[in-house]
């Protein structure tokens, strides 16, 4: 008689054990599946968090610059108002001497201060930056030009400035105010 007719109990308890074991090969190779997912989640949110973490650092980076930059041009061009107001003075000053006749003897120290003003402004305007911008003869420039008239000049080039009733000035590279000018045009 075979083992399996001597003790029923025993054909069950193997067959139980039976399916316990792939069961158990199963659930092994479940959880083995499982844990694989777990890593590869793991590594893709690993990933992802360092390419999230060099954009942030790019973007504090870029805000940086950004914020130099803006500080740079806060203190190139603080001077831009108040520059501007002086502008009148030195146009003033220019405007005295022009009035000024050259042959008059007794306006000579007159005229020497006012000279000597006027070269004080332009030089503390040269150390802050400001410079001015005296076009005459050159084409007229929109971007740096104001023309005030047009006049029909035959032996001037056309659009070419002929004369300067204001100069321009430059604050850093950038213009506070254009020059005004009287631009040539063909008949």
Known sequence: MSEQEKDPQA????????????????????????????????ADVSRQLAEADLRAQAEIQNMRRRMEREVANAHKFALE??????????????????????????????????????????????RHGIEGVDPKGAQFD??????????????AEANSV???LEKGYLLNGRLIRPARVVVAKNP
């Not at 193997?14 to 479940?30: C, F, G, K, R």
């Not at 006749?101 to 004080?120: C, F, H, Q, W």
């Open 11 to 42: 054909g069950e308890s193997e067959a139980v054990q039976s399916e316990l074991s792939v069961e158990a090969a199963e659930t092994s190779s479940d959880t083995a599946t499982e844990l694989e997912s777990l890593q590869q989640q793991l």
């Open 81 to 126: 108002k108040f520059s501007a107001d002086l502008l009148a003075v030195a146009d003033n000053l220019e405007r005295g001497l022009a009035a000024l006749p050259m042959e008059d003897n007794a306006l000579t120290a007159v005229r020497e201060g006012i000279e000597l003003t006027l070269k004080s402004l332009t030089d503390a305007f040269a």
């Open 162 to 164: 002929i004369e300067v």
């Open 142 to 155: 929109p971007q740096m030009h104001e023309a005030m008239a047009m006049v029909p000049m035959p032996d």
